[in-house]
């Protein structure tokens, strides 16, 4: 392997003097350098051959025996320092103060085609930020990461993506719905690429430690490598050296900016997830990256009927707080945190009051015009808005799936009545039965009005169903698919784990080889553990 090795976070910002790997707190860093822990028999089980090619990697690269030793931990790369970040965060509302890198190790950062990217383990062993854990991962979560990063990719939703998974070889001991009845499962690991791992927890640890040299360091790090157009649009002042007003003030206008960006991609991120039904099931802001990109998939899901009450978190399970409808507010609440933490670079709160109450006033009428392209309305109006309300109650009228039924509109004509609409979609419904009466008459309701609102536009319904095709997918990893990968995998078969990385490559398409995996949730997945709900032990 001939890598392009860069390493600018290790080399340009504060690390931790102490190198003995033990839990602790670690005031005045971004990082511990650790190594990671030595697998006893690890093997390669799946790659994506398209993120290799991204960092530089050759195909012949991933069969050598470096690649496996480097990417199960085995080996360090030559020229490099394996670090865990130090980050804090706030878990399900309440403020947890430092967290960090528990069981994630970042490997290099590399340069390839002029982009940057950091490679980072998950599950490669115990960091001072380990806190009661012990670094470790196991196939089964590594599984569904895997699939995940990627089908997230190709389904157009900025996210981390997958470079490999292997198996360690050891045993790892979890008790998967934390009810005191632990046992050991396989060990993985999963590789991780992104930009970087920089979260808004990264900024909220030196704000809470009123560590404000450190903060306004890693601030300017992170906008001179991953935001450097802002400091190129800010109009240049002549400043004296001892102007120091002036200079703050653009120092400011650098930092306001840097959050406007990372709240516009932070919303155009959640807009996604809604129009896909992707619920991450953990939002705290230690899992919210500064690029708008999906980091840390533990207890993620699709929704299979259409419920915005529905999180895949059974720690969550109570109080809902990651619920899907419930994912804009959450995202506004984390945004406000990472204000928070910068305003000590700031100092004024209207400027920063001023993004967020545009986030509010704007995530609307966005999320309208989003619903419209997936309806197959491309000329939106304010009337609109009624539409997609009224749908939205819709389908929840009786358990109807969301993938397949916005799939199945497209076929819909705009001379069709109401009634041919419904039976059209009607295999998107759980149980059919239930389509009658009141239930029956909402259905025929909002199929007149829209079949009426269809009838406006100049397209023709082939024109109208090219373009829904292209943001209603008709492939999703379901929980039951990703269990059922996870199941063979435990058996040594990883044949359905690589269908379904396939089938997940092209989601919007037809694809008449898996007509099979477009299913409504089978009902023995209802309840079953790992596919109606997951806890975060992974």
Same mark, same amino acid.
């Given at each position: 392997?001939?890598?392009?090795?860069?390493?600018?976070?290790? %080399?340009?910002?504060?690390?931790? =003097?102490?190198?003995?790997?033990?839990?602790?707190?670690?005031?005045?860093?971004?990082?511990?350098?650790?190594? =990671?822990?030595?697998?006893?028999?690890?093997?390669?089980?799946?790659?994506?051959?398209?993120?290799?090619? #991204?960092?530089?990697?050759?195909?012949?690269?991933?069969?050598?025996?470096?690649?496996?030793?480097?990417?199960?931990?085995?080996?360090?790369?030559?020229?490099?320092?394996?670090?865990?970040?130090?980050?804090?965060?706030?878990?399900?509302?309440?403020? $947890?103060?430092?967290?960090?890198?528990?069981?994630?190790?970042?490997? &290099?950062?590399?340069?390839?085609?002029?982009? &940057?990217? @950091?490679?980072?383990?998950?599950?490669?062993?115990?960091?001072?930020?380990?806190?009661?854990?012990?670094?470790?991962?196991?196939?089964?979560?590594?599984?569904?990461?895997?699939?995940?990063?990627? $089908?997230?990719?190709?389904?157009?939703?900025?996210?981390?993506?997958?470079?490999?998974?292997?198996?360690?070889?050891?045993?790892?001991?979890?008790?998967?719905?934390?009810?005191?009845? *632990?046992?050991?499962?396989?060990?993985?690991?999963?590789?991780?690429?992104?930009? %970087?791992?920089?979260?808004?927890?990264?900024?909220?640890?030196?704000?809470?430690?009123?560590?404000?040299?450190?903060?306004?360091?890693?601030?300017?790090?992170?906008?001179?490598?991953?935001?450097?157009?802002?400091?190129?649009?800010?109009? *240049?002042?002549?400043?004296?050296?001892?102007?120091?007003?002036?200079?703050?003030?653009?120092?400011?206008?650098?930092?306001?900016?840097?959050?406007?960006?990372?709240?516009?991609?932070?919303?155009?991120?959640?807009?996604?997830?809604?129009?896909?039904? &992707?619920?991450?099931?953990?939002?705290?802001?230690?899992?919210?990256?500064?690029?708008?990109?999906?980091?840390?998939?533990?207890?993620?899901?699709?929704?299979?009927?259409?419920? =915005?009450?529905?999180?895949?978190?059974?720690?969550?399970?109570?109080?809902?707080?990651?619920?899907?409808?419930?994912? *804009?507010?959450?995202?506004?609440?984390?945004?406000?945190?990472?204000?928070?933490?910068?305003?000590?670079?700031?100092?004024?709160?209207?400027?920063?009051?001023?993004?967020?109450?545009?986030?509010?006033?704007?995530?609307?009428?966005?999320?309208?015009?989003?619903?419209?392209?997936?309806?197959?309305?491309?000329?939106?109006?304010?009337?609109?808005?009624?539409?997609?309300?009224?749908? #939205?109650?819709?389908? !929840?009228? @009786?358990?109807?799936?969301?993938?397949?039924?916005? !799939?199945?509109?497209?076929?819909?004509?705009?001379?069709?009545?109401?009634?041919?609409?419904?039976?059209?979609?009607? &295999?998107?419904?759980?149980?059919?039965?239930?389509?009658?009466?009141?239930?029956?008459?909402?259905?025929?309701?909002?199929?007149?009005?829209?079949?009426? !609102?269809?009838?406006?536009?100049?397209?023709?319904?082939?024109?109208?169903? %090219?373009?829904?095709?292209?943001?209603?997918?008709?492939?999703?990893?379901?929980?039951?698919?990703?269990?059922?990968?996870?199941?063979?995998?435990?058996?040594?078969?990883?044949?359905?784990?690589?269908?379904?990385?396939?089938?997940?490559?092209?989601?919007?398409?037809?694809?008449?080889?898996?007509?099979?995996?477009?299913?409504?949730?089978?009902?023995?997945?209802?309840?079953?553990?790992?596919?109606?709900?997951?806890?975060?032990?992974?």
């Amino acid at each position: 392997m001939n890598l392009n090795i860069q390493n600018r976070f290790i %080399s340009e910002l504060p690390s931790d =003097p102490n190198t003995i790997n033990e839990v602790r707190q670690v005031p005045g860093a971004c990082f511990s350098f650790v190594i =990671p822990k030595v697998p006893s028999n690890p093997k390669v089980i799946h790659v994506s051959k398209d993120v290799a090619s #991204l960092v530089g990697l050759s195909s012949e690269d991933l069969s050598s025996t470096e690649f496996l030793e480097v990417f199960s931990g085995k080996k360090i790369y030559e020229n490099t320092q394996p670090f865990a970040m130090n980050y804090a965060g706030h878990q399900f509302g309440n403020w $947890a103060g430092q967290l960090g890198d528990g069981r994630a190790i970042n490997l &290099f950062e590399v340069e390839h085609n002029n982009q &940057f990217y @950091t490679l980072q383990l998950k599950g490669a062993g115990k960091t001072p930020y380990s806190r009661r854990g012990d670094g470790l991962a196991v196939l089964r979560s590594s599984i569904r990461e895997h699939l995940c990063s990627e $089908a997230m990719y190709h389904l157009g939703v900025p996210s981390t993506r997958s470079l490999a998974l292997l198996e360690t070889g050891d045993q790892v001991l979890r008790d998967v719905l934390y009810d005191g009845h *632990p046992d050991y499962e396989k060990g993985a690991i999963v590789c991780r690429v992104a930009p %970087s791992f920089i979260r808004f927890g990264s900024f909220e640890l030196f704000s809470a430690q009123n560590d404000i040299e450190n903060l306004k360091k890693l601030t300017d790090f992170t906008i001179k490598h991953y935001f450097p157009h802002l400091e190129s649009q800010i109009e *240049p002042v002549e400043i004296d050296k001892n102007d120091f007003d002036k200079l703050s003030l653009t120092n400011k206008q650098k930092y306001l900016d840097f959050f406007q960006e990372v709240t516009t991609t932070t919303k155009n991120l959640i807009l996604h997830w809604q129009r896909v039904g &992707f619920v991450h099931g953990v939002m705290n802001t230690d899992n919210m990256s500064i690029h708008g990109i999906t980091i840390d998939y533990g207890p993620y899901g699709w929704m299979d009927d259409f419920n =915005p009450n529905w999180t895949p978190n059974t720690t969550d399970a109570e109080g809902k707080r990651y619920r899907f409808g419930n994912q *804009p507010n959450i995202a506004l609440w984390n945004l406000l945190q990472l204000a928070n933490a910068l305003y000590p670079l700031i100092e004024e709160v209207k400027p920063l009051e001023a993004i967020l109450e545009d986030y509010s006033n704007s995530f609307q009428s966005d999320f309208t015009k989003m619903m419209c392209t997936k309806i197959g309305i491309q000329n939106p109006k304010t009337s609109d808005e009624s539409i997609v309300n009224q749908l #939205l109650v819709t389908l !929840r009228e @009786t358990e109807t799936d969301m993938t397949i039924f916005y !799939r199945l509109l497209a076929i819909v004509s705009k001379n069709d009545t109401a009634e041919k609409a419904l039976d059209k979609i009607n &295999f998107a419904f759980y149980i059919p039965e239930t389509v009658k009466d009141s239930v029956k008459e909402s259905w025929l309701y909002w199929f007149t009005i829209y079949l009426e !609102r269809l009838q406006e536009e100049t397209f023709s319904n082939e024109e109208r169903a %090219s373009k829904m095709n292209l943001v209603n997918p008709k492939y999703v990893l379901r929980n039951y698919m990703a269990q059922l990968a996870i199941e063979a995998a435990d058996e040594g078969d990883y044949s359905i784990l690589e269908e379904l990385f396939e089938m997940l490559k092209k989601p919007y398409d037809e694809q008449p080889q898996y007509q099979k995996w477009f299913a409504k949730r089978p009902d023995w997945a209802r309840t079953k553990i790992g596919c109606s709900m997951l806890s975060c032990s992974s």
